[in-house]
């Protein structure tokens, strides 16, 4: 980035990662009652309806990714050829696939892989980007340069051409092996944000006179820097969740990410696409239940970025 | 800004040579090219040496990364799984890329940045809450899927467009492609713009404009657009290669024989000249737009000024 003079820079960093700002709260209009940035998001996120939506659609999910059978009674597996390709008939909403399985059935179960993938992925990167940026951020020196330069690198393969190469040659095709190629190839975005915010949560006052008062390392980064520079990372964490899911649906679609007899959105609509003119059912199912998903887990990230950014209110 | 330019070339050595390396390893180290060309049958341990010798395979990993490097920058980039150089197949699929990237980066763009506009302009609005539902769900769909349901509706449903791209891919047959590979690209971009407009709306500068009684067009052109730009030049940049990359989904569905097809090839067959050639060419790409995009930061900012 080039030198700037003033504060463009920021606007800048503000614009890439829309939350950076959250990071030093406390603008706030005079009159108003001082309230902690938790309960201020929180009063935030309770009165917008996009949060309920959303909200209820992902534990309705996260419901279904754990008990499938609650609202299945059917076995994915199960798949009788004779029906191959049938449309709609009572006790099958959905119709049969090629291979005779109940799209429906289909469609619930796939809901696990996409939903764990998402978490798991979300969770690595959040847990190993924050602390290597954040440390980062906090100790400067040789190791931040160190880090940097390796973003730097990750940044350069973009993500959907690392993950066909990557899990081409590492042959696995389940949730754990799709799972770390993302934290692999995804903790250099968050490790940038936390970097950043944890810096900008540095140089304020009260850390200085946290250091002033002689605490150590370990209390200002626990209880002074962390809690004002993870707003940021949450708010990344939960859109980045979203775009997983999508990203691992377009890697099974591919052939390199989840394979059967995994269950998965984007296995079947891959196996679908080539049918589309005779029979559409198969592919627009599991594709609608796909693109809720990732809509239901980008709704909560804006919704989250709203309350935790008091900058676009 | 020479020495600017310089500075940042040479900054660029290590991220080449650190990206190109990490492509090796996935392809040379974790994969196996010589078994790849055996299939399911063990080959001959006599025979694999022999091609493992022939491939410069039996010697250290940084040794066959340099060794690859120097072929590199001698032009030859290896032989393809279907025996021809891969400089031969690259020279028929960027043209085919290059220009699928063009359309889908001028769709981006244009679109993106005039819907963000329209909807930070018109905040909180009907306009805005309509491009903010329309990026949402852009932004959810995925890439194959909107492209699927596209081909089969607008070519095969409609005839509106041509299902799949003829040989030689003109421009008439990519704007399909291009909006479906242009989607997520133009959802971010548009919400970018529609941010930053929303702020800088309320800048000081801007009631200036406005009060010595600039017209209306001239202040969101000129004062407005050009400085809500600036981190929207820095997404389309970096898009670039995001673009290029994901031609891969794109190409298949449309049967583009590009980039993305070549490469997926090369996946497939497990040829490791064809995906590390292939790649090495896109950080290029990548790199190169990214010192664009900072160069093209004083064009539109006059504050800053490269030492």
Known sequence: MPETTDSQ?????????????AAAPGLRKEGEKARSLRSDAWHDLSRKPMFYISGLLILFLIVISIWPGLIASGNPLSCDLAKSQMGPTSGHPFG??????????????????????????????AVLGSLLGGLAGFFGGWWDAVLSRI???????????????????????????????????????????????????????????????????????????????????????????????????????????????AVS?????????????????????????????????????????????PKLR | MGRYVIRRLLQMVPVFIGTTFLIFVMVYALGD??????????????????????????HSLPAQYVHYMKQIFTGDFGTSASGQPVTQLMGSAFPVTIRLTLVAFVIEAVAGVGLGLIAGLRRGRLADSGVLAFTLIVVAVPTFVTGYVLQYFLGVKWHVANPAVA???????????????????????????????AENSRADYLRTAVAKGLPRRRVVTVHLLRNSLIPVVTFLGTDIGGLMAGAVVTERIFNIHGVGYQLYQGILRQNPPTVVG???????????????????????????RYA
């Not at chain 1, 619930?108 to 979300?122: D, E, L, Q």
């Not at chain 1, 609509?269 to 693109?291: D, E, F, K, Y």
């Not at chain 2, 133009?186 to 970018?192: G, N, T």
Request: with cysteine; net charge neutral.
């Open chain 1, 96 to 125: 049969f696939d090629t291979q005779g399985c109940d799209v429906y059935t289909r469609t619930v179960y796939g809901a696990r892989a996409s939903v764990s993938v998402g978490i798991f992925s979300t969770l690595g990167v």
């Open chain 1, 151 to 261: 973003s730097d690198i990750f940044f350069g393969i973009p993500i959907l051409l690392g993950g066909v190469v990557f899990l081409s040659v590492v042959k696995g095709g389940t949730v754990t092996t799709v799972s770390v190629f993302m934290v692999l190839l995804g903790w250099p975005q968050i490790a940038r944000i936390a970097r950043g915010a944890v810096i900008t949560a540095k140089q304020q006052d009260y850390v200085q006179a946290a250091r002033a008062l002689g605490a150590s390392n370990t209390r200002m980064l626990l209880r002074h820097i962390a809690p004002n520079a993870l707003a940021p990372i949450i708010v990344v964490a939960t859109i980045a969740l979203g775009t997983y899911i999508s990203l691992e649906a377009t890697l099974s679609f591919l052939g390199v990410g989840l394979k059967p007899p």
């Open chain 2, 33 to 58: 090219p010589v078994a790849a060309m055996f299939g399911d049958k063990a080959p001959d341990p006599a025979t694999a040496a022999q091609i493992r010798h022939a491939m410069y395979l039996d």
């Open chain 1, 9 to 21: 820079s920021s606007a800048t960093a503000v614009a890439d990662a829309p939350a950076v700002a």
């Open chain 2, 167 to 197: 040989e030689g891919a003109p421009i008439g047959d990519l704007i399909m492609p291009g909006v479906v590979l242009a989607g997520v690209s133009l959802a971010y971009v548009a919400r970018l713009t529609r941010t930053s407009v």
């Open chain 2, 278 to 304: 292939f790649v090495t060419i896109l950080v290029i790409i990548f790199l190169a737009a990214n010192l664009i995009v900072d160069l093209l930061y004083a064009v539109l900012d006059p504050r800053i």
């Open chain 1, 265 to 309: 959105w984007g296995i079947d609509i891959s196996q679908a696409s080539s049918q589309i003119r005779n029979a559409p059912h198969m592919l627009l199912w599991p594709a609608g239940a796909l693109s809720l998903t990732v809509l239901a887990f980008i709704m909560l990230g804006d919704a989250v970025r709203d309350a935790l950014d």
